[in-house]
């Protein structure tokens, strides 16, 4: 169910064997595969049961990102491991957003140079690499190099981590962007709005449907707010010296 009624009055968080764990009352948390939901770091824990302590009399877990990352970081449902979860997000590359260009109209080709240009050109200079673009409908021809050094970061970040990692890029589609976020060069604000260049570019010439543009907007900027912050806090190793807050 996407809504239900609030069944509890408290949520804490307590240390187990297997990593801190969400309590609502005396009930532990479970996964919807009933596995013990356990997350790896105490950073962690406190963001997911904030989440819960933030629910009103109607859960509406739609708005539970963090949750559900943690629920499928511990079921992993599509049974990846890490060398898969890395050969997906670097996919992306192949298809990534700000590699594809149009030639016409004029004015949207000038904003995507001008927009993309800078946040491809930090890339290659980040990780030594080539990416390019290309107004071909085949995208540009990302060198094999420039995959594997992707591949050898990627593998630097734990299984978690990587989940976040992939959850933020189908949202932006673009592996760039994504990582341009997660190293903190742009914010969730600039990361969205470069995604969604060519449709920001349309409303602005042709006006937008009231209430759905915005709507669609913040609800992008929440998934992948949560999923940066999904991937810093399970990158967290330094247990967190808060406990959470009550009203």
């Given at each position: 169910?996407?809504?239900?009624?609030?069944?509890?009055?408290?949520?804490?968080?307590?240390?187990?064997?297997?990593?801190?764990?969400?309590?609502?009352?005396?009930?532990?948390?479970?996964?919807?595969?009933?596995?013990?939901?356990?997350?790896?770091?105490?950073?962690?824990?406190?963001?997911?049961?904030?989440?819960?302590?933030?629910?009103?009399?109607?859960?509406?877990?739609?708005?539970?990102?963090?949750?559900?990352?943690?629920?499928?970081?511990?079921?992993?449902?599509?049974?990846?491991?890490?060398?898969?979860?890395?050969?997906?997000?670097?996919?992306?590359?192949?298809?990534?957003?700000?590699?594809?260009?149009?030639?016409?109209?004029?004015?949207?080709?000038?904003?995507?140079?001008?927009?993309?240009?800078?946040?491809?050109?930090?890339?290659?200079?980040?990780?030594?690499?080539?990416?390019?673009?290309?107004?071909?409908?085949?995208?540009?021809?990302?060198?094999?190099?420039?995959?594997?050094?992707?591949?050898?970061?990627?593998?630097?970040?734990?299984?978690?981590?990587?989940?976040?990692?992939?959850?933020?890029?189908?949202?932006?589609?673009?592996?760039?962007?994504?990582?341009?976020?997660?190293?903190?060069?742009?914010?969730?604000?600039?990361?969205?709005?470069?995604?969604?260049?060519?449709?920001?570019?349309?409303?602005?010439?042709?006006?937008?449907?009231?209430?759905?543009?915005?709507?669609?907007?913040?609800?992008?900027?929440?998934?992948?707010?949560a999923g940066a912050l999904f991937v810093h806090l399970c990158s967290e190793s330094s247990t967190v010296k808060h406990k959470l807050l009550q009203d």
């Amino acid at each position: 169910p996407l809504e239900r009624k609030r069944f509890y009055q408290n949520v804490s968080i307590s240390q187990g064997e297997g990593g801190f764990e969400i309590n609502l009352d005396h009930r532990k948390l479970k996964t919807p595969q009933g596995k013990l939901f356990t997350v790896p770091s105490e950073a962690l824990a406190i963001a997911v049961a904030t989440e819960w302590d933030s629910q009103k009399d109607t859960m509406k877990f739609y708005t539970m990102h963090l949750t559900t990352l943690c629920n499928t970081a511990l079921d992993n449902p599509t049974q990846r491991n890490k060398t898969q979860l890395i050969r997906a997000a670097v996919k992306f590359l192949e298809t990534d957003t700000v590699c594809y260009r149009v030639e016409e109209p004029g004015a949207l080709a000038e904003l995507q140079r001008n927009e993309w240009d800078p946040i491809v050109a930090w890339a290659e200079k980040r990780y030594n690499v080539k990416i390019g673009s290309s107004t071909s409908i085949l995208g540009p021809n990302i060198p094999a190099s420039t995959k594997e050094t992707f591949i050898s970061h990627l593998a630097s970040y734990n299984v978690w981590a990587l989940q976040g990692i992939e959850y933020v890029i189908t949202q932006l589609k673009s592996l760039i962007l994504s990582m341009g976020l997660i190293d903190r060069h742009i914010t969730v604000e600039k990361a969205v709005l470069l995604s969604r260049l060519e449709e920001e570019y349309q409303i602005q010439r042709w006006g937008n449907v009231e209430w759905a543009h915005d709507y669609d907007l913040c609800e992008l900027r929440a998934r992948v707010a949560a999923g940066a912050l999904f991937v810093h806090l399970c990158s967290e190793s330094s247990t967190v010296k808060h406990k959470l807050l009550q009203d």
